[in-house]
């Protein structure tokens, strides 16, 4: 077997960018194989100027938009409390039992058995950089979006939520420069 490691790919989306294009293809990305790839887009940075189209694209490709209070009780979910056998000390682990599952029984989880629509592949959610969506590698399609004000800002809160695992980044941009 050959495996890449631990990596939580960002994706960043600026101004520049085909919103239409990169909201089909980073809902597919994130998708594929309900994001168990350690390549897959795992948090997105996108310009506040054009996260509402994004989102909207986004929507138009099989995501479900969930509000702060869902996305925050979601997290309780499906990141559970250990304590690591070294330090005493209590963290944050994927529940194992939400990995690699479908959107659908993701959401069931969290709504008591609620199902969504059968078109729905991805869960996405608009948080702050601190939220845990962004800062662990879940490894299911719940995909957080972090609204930027530009490329700098952009670039050094990928660079963070990606923790120097120098594992893979993605970018939505027509700026070469």
């Known amino acids: 077997a050959i495996g890449a490691g631990a990596g939580n790919p960002p994706v960043i989306v600026d101004d520049t960018a085909d919103i239409v294009k990169a909201g089909k293809d980073i809902i597919d990305g994130c998708t594929f194989d309900n994001n168990l790839p350690c390549i897959a887009e795992k948090e997105v940075f996108a310009f506040r100027s054009i996260k509402d189209q994004l989102i909207s694209e986004m ?3 099989g995501a479900y938009l969930l509000n702060k209070e869902e996305a925050d009780a979601l997290a309780g979910i499906v990141l559970v409390d250990v ?3 070294k330090t005493g000390k209590t963290k944050k682990q994927v529940n194992r039992k939400c990995v ?4 659908a029984v993701i959401y069931a989880m969290l709504n008591n058995g609620k199902t969504l629509p059968a078109d729905v592949r991805c869960l996405i959610c608009e ?5 845990l969506f962004v800062q662990e590698e879940l490894m299911m399609p719940i995909l ?10 952009a670039v050094e ?14 970018m939505h941009s027509k700026n070469i420069d």
């Open 127 to 131: 948080t702050e950089f601190e939220h």
């Open 157 to 170: 809160m990928a660079v963070k939520a990606e923790h120097g695992n120098r594992h893979t980044a993605h």
């Open 59 to 61: 929507l138009k490709n």
């Open 83 to 85: 304590t690591d056998k």
């Open 144 to 153: 957080p979006i972090v609204a930027v004000d530009n490329i700098d800002q």
């Open 100 to 103: 690699g599952r479908d959107a």
